[in-house]
């Protein structure tokens, strides 16, 4: 016996969940000790302490009883069916109390009231969050007037019934307790395995994508730095070969280790694929993620990795890219402009760290890096011309003290002989130390000299100084006229002098910023603009298309309904001519749709690369045919495409990858070429070959062609195209890379994740034209602002019985609503004044039972969330065949699903 509680049990064991009978006894089975339902992650996770790790047996009851209610009855049929119970009193802490206990399931006593069942449920919620509560009455009828009518309770128990249903209802109900756990656990087990890189124990990379699209959001939004590391283990390769992958995945996990002890609790990191890593860092400037970085570098480099008898010390290379940088437009550019620090951190000699934007000091001092930021005179280069060499070997000195570079030329002539080739930051012409029959000549000189560069240098600032051996001020009007920029005469004091170059070459410095960033803001400007005719194309491309499927709507209804009354062979012919090629029409204007589409709703599909590869080819069809032709230039396109090649994502962004790469191909060919695709599957990965025998790239070019704005066309492309494309790949766990040789074409190389298992396609069989046998006949209302197709539709629904009305605008359609009940309503989508939306969604208040559906020239994508708050049910993109209109109406009729 407990204390203060009456606790029964059964003594025989031995038997698991399933052996439970009707009558048999039931097992006491220790739950909490079972490992695998208890991840780590369910203590953070859980608001409450698993079932599991609570419950003492699965045959453990709590019993709360009033004290008026006989429950010895009651009592004797759980212990005939094998449980055991404690009996507990009401209490303000009834959750604490039953702690103890740790009950399989709970029921509490109809008689306490509603007030305080109520309260009770909540605190054994709180307690016990998927522990089943049962409410107890005397008999099923038998209402009480404070009956609780709560949905927190699991069920209700009545005292006068059976023990053997008793014991099949608490046996199902903690079963079912008990299987909602495992399902709970199972889910967050596999949320965590979804986002966790198997060997590393590290986010994995597209978990890593995502996080740093909605970082880059945050920084963008708050106007904070965002950094990233990308990180590459050196001689990896080696690692394996030599030493076998076994130890290979033993070093992966001790680098991971090692770099996780050494990084923020903010920072994230993650594996970004095979020996390379990722790390965001965010409110972090470029400075800061390269003190970061050689922090770990050296921290990885300073330990040995040892397993069994092998040891060595591993090193890796670093990529840090920020958001500070100019060239950073989105989270995509981050990871683009940071795997090209990597590559020149590899290039370089490994081991080392480099900064996205620093190319002139690759291997990364960040303390320097930042002084030198501040003083950019430090590595100035100054030319000296002096007519007396020691004069200039004396100013040389001076300089060198300083950390200038210096150069001497004793004429006019070794200057500009030098010019040509080489522009100093600023020019000395030194006429100090000259005797006084000399200085007139050598002056004029000088002054002839600051003319012909400062004619050379018109497009930027560059500093010129004047020394004179006395104060001459005829001489210094006549260097004014002749645009030098400072004139010290007399003797040369070396402070006075220096500062007057560090001055000058400081408003060089801001000079030359100010240029670049009005080129940058130029050049951004005429790419915003080029963007905005895109876009303005885009949005006119879409709308003729929408105006063309109204059209082909008229075309191709007409001509199905011809077919349907026509019996001449011939007639009937002709009719098939003009439906195949509105048919036609209508699949080219939805590749131009799906084209121009935005696809930030869209959700991944399965999609064939070998169709899209098709359709991209069939969409640039008037540029290497039509226009080709007229120019007299011929091209050909080779395919060898293993079909299909099945990979998950947005076929608008694959679309628009492969129409960027067949454009840039007939770029490089202007008198014409082949381009040919090759597409197998290789090792579970989809791998596309796509080349051209056009003019190719050298390799400065092809380092850079998926940076941002780098383009080779001259002011003619926006620089944008490829660098798009990396940014898609890397958003379908992808890869794009390039190979090329200068004069023989180019080859871009893409792998995507192959999506192997398909689901089968729903195709619904053909339904014969003709008239309907359904079984009651539909009041149907149809508005669209165009007479042939209402007229169309029309005249396909009312041969089937249905009764039609016709609205030629969404205010009429309002009108007949108000008097008429309909059973379905076909709306256009694009109507002056009241759009389809607002239509559906103002019929559907008057008629809530009418089902809505959407006709539109647009197409059929639309967000699933806005169709339910407007109350349609589906979309039927135009045109929309006959038979669609009949197999819809004809599945309303007989009460079925639409499906189409």
């Not at 990308?230 to 680098?255: P, R, S």
């Given at each position: 016996?407990?204390?203060?509680?009456?606790?029964?049990?059964?003594?025989?064991?031995?038997?698991?969940?399933?052996?439970?009978?009707?009558?048999?006894?039931?097992?006491?089975?220790?739950?909490?000790?079972?490992?695998?339902?208890?991840?780590?992650?369910?203590?953070?996770?859980?608001?409450?302490?698993?079932?599991?790790?609570?419950?003492?047996?699965?045959?453990?009851?709590?019993?709360?009883?009033?004290?008026?209610?006989?429950?010895?009855?009651?009592?004797?049929?759980?212990?005939?069916?094998?449980?055991?119970?404690?009996?507990?009193?009401?209490?303000?802490?009834?959750?604490?109390?039953?702690?103890?206990?740790?009950?399989?399931?709970?029921?509490?006593?109809?008689?306490?009231?509603?007030?305080?069942?109520?309260?009770?449920?909540?605190?054994?919620?709180?307690?016990?969050?998927?522990?089943?509560?049962?409410?107890?009455?005397?008999?099923?009828?038998?209402?009480?007037?404070?009956?609780?009518?709560?949905?927190?309770?699991?069920?209700?128990?009545?005292?006068?019934?059976?023990?053997?249903?008793?014991?099949?209802?608490?046996?199902?109900?903690?079963?079912?307790?008990?299987?909602?756990?495992?399902?709970?656990?199972?889910?967050?087990?596999?949320?965590?395995?979804?986002?966790?890189?198997?060997?590393?124990?590290?986010?994995?990379?597209?978990?890593?994508?995502?996080?740093?699209?909605?970082?880059?959001?945050?920084?963008?939004?708050?106007?904070?730095?965002?950094?990233?590391?990308?990180?590459?283990?050196?001689?990896?390769?080696?690692?394996?070969?030599?030493?076998?992958?076994?130890?290979?995945?033993?070093?992966?996990?001790?680098?991971?280790?090692?770099?996780?002890?050494?990084?923020?609790?903010?920072?994230?990191?993650?594996?970004?694929?095979?020996?390379?890593?990722?790390?965001?860092?965010?409110?972090?400037?470029?400075?800061?993620?390269?003190?970061?970085?050689?922090?770990?570098?050296?921290?990885?480099?300073?330990?040995?990795?040892?397993?069994?008898?092998?040891?060595?010390?591993?090193?890796?290379?670093?990529?840090?890219?920020?958001?500070?940088?100019?060239?950073?437009?989105?989270?995509?550019?981050?990871?683009?402009?940071?795997?090209?620090?990597?590559?020149?951190?590899?290039?370089?000699?490994?081991?080392?760290?480099?900064?996205?934007?620093?190319?002139?000091?690759?291997?990364?001092?960040?303390?320097?890096?930042?002084?030198?930021?501040?003083?950019?005179?430090?590595?100035?280069?100054?030319?000296?011309?002096?007519?007396?060499?020691?004069?200039?070997?004396?100013?040389?000195?001076?300089?060198?003290?300083?950390?200038?570079?210096?150069?001497?030329?004793?004429?006019?002539?070794?200057?500009?002989?030098?010019?040509?080739?080489?522009?100093?930051?600023?020019?000395?012409?030194?006429?100090?130390?000259?005797?006084?029959?000399?200085?007139?000549?050598?002056?004029?000189?000088?002054?002839?000299?600051?003319?012909?560069?400062?004619?050379?240098?018109?497009?930027?600032?560059?500093?010129?100084?004047?020394?004179?051996?006395?104060?001459?001020?005829?001489?210094?009007?006549?260097?004014?006229?002749?645009?030098?920029?400072?004139?010290?005469?007399?003797?040369?004091?070396?402070?006075?002098?220096?500062?007057?170059?560090?001055?000058?070459?400081?408003?060089?410095?801001?000079?030359?910023?100010?240029?670049?960033?009005?080129?940058?803001?130029?050049?951004?400007?005429?790419?915003?603009?080029?963007?905005?005719?895109?876009?303005?194309?885009?949005?006119?491309?879409?709308?003729?298309?929408?105006?063309?499927?109204?059209?082909?709507?008229?075309?191709?209804?007409?001509?199905?309904?011809?077919?349907?009354?026509?019996?001449?062979?011939?007639?009937?012919?002709?009719?098939?001519?003009?439906?195949?090629?509105a048919n036609d029409g209508a699949a080219?204007?939805?590749?131009?749709?799906?084209?121009?589409?935005?696809?930030?709703?869209?959700?991944?599909?399965?999609?064939?690369?070998?169709?899209?590869?098709?359709?991209?080819?069939?969409?640039?069809?008037?540029?290497?045919?039509?226009?080709?032709?007229?120019?007299?230039?011929?091209?050909?396109?080779?395919?060898?495409?293993?079909?299909?090649?099945?990979?998950?994502?947005?076929?608008?962004?694959?679309?628009?990858?492969?129409?960027?790469?067949?454009?840039?191909?007939?770029?490089?060919?202007?008198?014409?070429?082949?381009?040919?695709?090759?597409?197998?599957?290789?090792?579970?990965?989809?791998?596309?070959?796509?080349?051209?025998?056009?003019?190719?790239?050298?390799?400065?070019?092809?380092?850079?062609?998926?940076?941002?704005?780098?383009?080779?066309?001259?002011?003619?492309?926006?620089?944008?195209?490829?660098?798009?494309?990396?940014?898609?790949?890397?958003?379908?766990?992808?890869?794009?890379?390039?190979?090329?040789?200068?004069?023989?074409?180019?080859?871009?190389?893409?792998?995507?994740?192959?999506?192997?298992?398909?689901?089968?396609?729903?195709?619904?069989?053909?339904?014969?034209?003709?008239?309907?046998?359904?079984?009651?006949?539909?009041?149907?209302?149809?508005?669209?602002?165009e007479t042939a197709i209402r007229e169309?539709?029309?005249?396909?629904?009312?041969?089937?019985?249905?009764?039609?009305?016709?609205?030629?605008?969404?205010?009429?359609?309002?009108?007949?609503?108000?008097?008429?009940?309909f059973d379905l309503v076909f709306t256009?989508?694009?109507?002056?004044?009241?759009?389809?939306?607002?239509?559906?969604?103002?019929?559907?208040?008057?008629?809530?039972?009418?089902?809505?559906?959407?006709?539109?020239?647009?197409?059929?994508?639309?967000?699933?969330?806005?169709?339910?708050?407007?109350?349609?049910?589906?979309?039927?993109?135009?045109?929309?065949?006959?038979?669609?209109?009949?197999?819809?109406?004809?599945?309303?009729?007989?009460?079925?699903?639409?499906?189409?």
């Amino acid at each position: 016996m407990a204390k203060k509680k009456m606790v029964h049990e059964s003594r025989e064991s031995g038997h698991n969940l399933h052996d439970i009978g009707p009558s048999g006894p039931v097992a006491e089975i220790e739950v909490s000790g079972i490992d695998t339902l208890e991840p780590q992650s369910v203590v953070d996770t859980c608001p409450s302490r698993g079932f599991h790790s609570l419950i003492k047996t699965l045959n453990h009851i709590a019993f709360v009883r009033d004290a008026d209610f006989p429950g010895e009855g009651f009592t004797g049929k759980l212990e005939s069916e094998g449980f055991s119970f404690v009996e507990a009193e009401p209490s303000d802490d009834l959750g604490a109390e039953l702690d103890e206990a740790r009950p399989a399931a709970v029921i509490l006593a109809g008689l306490l009231g509603a007030d305080r069942i109520q309260q009770m449920v909540y605190q054994v919620r709180e307690r016990f969050a998927y522990v089943p509560i049962l409410i107890l009455y005397d008999e099923p009828g038998a209402e009480h007037p404070d009956r609780p009518l709560t949905r927190a309770a699991d069920g209700v128990c009545y005292s006068s019934m059976p023990a053997s249903d008793l014991g099949l209802l608490l046996r199902g109900v903690i079963r079912s307790g008990f299987t909602i756990q495992e399902l709970v656990l199972s889910n967050r087990k596999l949320n965590e395995i979804s986002i966790t890189d198997a060997l590393t124990g590290l986010y994995n990379r597209g978990y890593m994508i995502d996080r740093l699209n909605l970082e880059f959001k945050r920084a963008s939004r708050n106007r904070e730095a965002l950094s990233v590391l990308m990180i590459d283990l050196d001689h990896f390769k080696q690692i394996n070969d030599t030493y076998g992958h076994k130890f290979g995945d033993i070093v992966l996990e001790a680098v991971s280790q090692r770099l996780k002890s050494l990084i923020r609790e903010t920072d994230i990191f993650g594996r970004y694929g095979g020996e390379e890593f990722l790390i965001v860092l965010p409110n972090t400037d470029r400075w800061g993620a390269a003190h970061l970085a050689e922090k770990l570098r050296g921290g990885l480099e300073s330990e040995k990795i040892s397993h069994d008898f092998f040891s060595l010390s591993v090193t890796a290379s670093f990529g840090v890219a920020s958001s500070e940088n100019a060239e950073v437009v989105a989270a995509d550019h981050l990871l683009q402009i940071s795997d090209r620090a990597l590559y020149r951190a590899k290039e370089s000699g490994r081991n080392r760290v480099c900064i996205a934007g620093d190319e002139r000091n690759d291997e990364a001092d960040p303390d320097q890096g930042r002084e030198n930021s501040e003083d950019d005179s430090l590595r100035a280069t100054i030319d000296v011309v002096s007519w007396r060499e020691s004069q200039g070997s004396h100013i040389q000195a001076l300089l060198s003290v300083e950390g200038y570079e210096t150069f001497i030329h004793i004429t006019p002539d070794c200057f500009l002989q030098v010019f040509k080739d080489r522009t100093p930051d600023l020019l000395v012409l030194d006429c100090s130390c000259l005797p006084a029959d000399r200085i007139g000549q050598s002056t004029q000189e000088a002054i002839n000299l600051a003319q012909k560069v400062k004619r050379q240098t018109q497009d930027h600032f560059f500093p010129l100084v004047l020394l004179l051996p006395e104060k001459n001020e005829a001489l210094r009007d006549e260097a004014m006229k002749a645009e030098v920029d400072d004139t010290l005469m007399g003797e040369v004091q070396g402070e006075e002098f220096l500062a007057r170059l560090r001055s000058l070459l400081h408003v060089k410095s801001l000079h030359d910023r100010w240029r670049n960033t009005y080129r940058d803001l130029t050049l951004a400007r005429s790419r915003l603009i080029k963007m905005e005719r895109l876009t303005a194309l885009g949005e006119m491309a879409s709308g003729v298309a929408h105006d063309f499927n109204n059209i082909l709507s008229a075309i191709l209804g007409r001509a199905q309904i011809l077919r349907r009354d026509v019996r001449d062979p011939e007639i009937l012919r002709n009719l098939e001519v003009i439906e195949r090629a509105a048919n036609d029409g209508a699949a080219t204007i939805r590749r131009i749709q799906e084209f121009s589409r935005s696809t930030a709703d869209r959700a991944y599909e399965t999609v064939d690369l070998a169709q899209i590869i098709k359709d991209c080819i069939q969409i640039t069809r008037t540029r290497w045919k039509d226009q080709a032709e007229m120019a007299g230039v011929r091209y050909r396109f080779r395919l060898d495409l293993e079909e299909p090649l099945h990979v998950k994502g947005s076929p608008t962004e694959l679309r628009e990858v492969v129409t960027n790469l067949i454009m840039n191909g007939l770029d490089a060919m202007p008198k014409g070429g082949e381009m040919s695709f090759h597409g197998r599957v290789v090792d579970n990965m989809v791998m596309l070959d796509l080349s051209d025998t056009g003019h190719g790239m050298n390799d400065l070019v092809l380092k850079r062609i998926f940076d941002p704005f780098f383009s080779t066309k001259k002011g003619e492309g926006t620089g944008l195209g490829l660098s798009v494309a990396y940014g898609i790949m890397a958003r379908h766990n992808g890869r794009i890379e390039c190979s090329s040789t200068e004069g023989k074409g180019a080859t871009f190389h893409i792998q995507l994740p192959f999506e192997r298992d398909q689901a089968p396609l729903l195709t619904s069989p053909p339904v014969e034209i003709g008239p309907s046998s359904a079984p009651r006949n539909l009041r149907i209302l149809v508005v669209d602002d165009e007479t042939a197709i209402r007229e169309i539709f029309r005249d396909v629904l009312e041969p089937d019985g249905h009764e039609i009305f016709l609205a030629e605008s969404g205010e009429k359609a309002l009108q007949i609503a108000e008097n008429q009940q309909f059973d379905l309503v076909f709306t256009d989508l694009s109507m002056p004044g009241m759009s389809g939306w607002e239509v559906a969604r103002q019929i559907k208040q008057i008629h809530p039972e009418t089902v809505i559906v959407l006709t539109s020239g647009w197409g059929k994508d639309f967000n699933q969330q806005h169709m339910a708050q407007h109350g349609v049910s589906h979309i039927l993109p135009k045109p929309v065949p006959v038979e669609t209109l009949q197999n819809l109406t004809r599945q309303l009729a007989d009460g079925l699903p639409i499906e189409f």
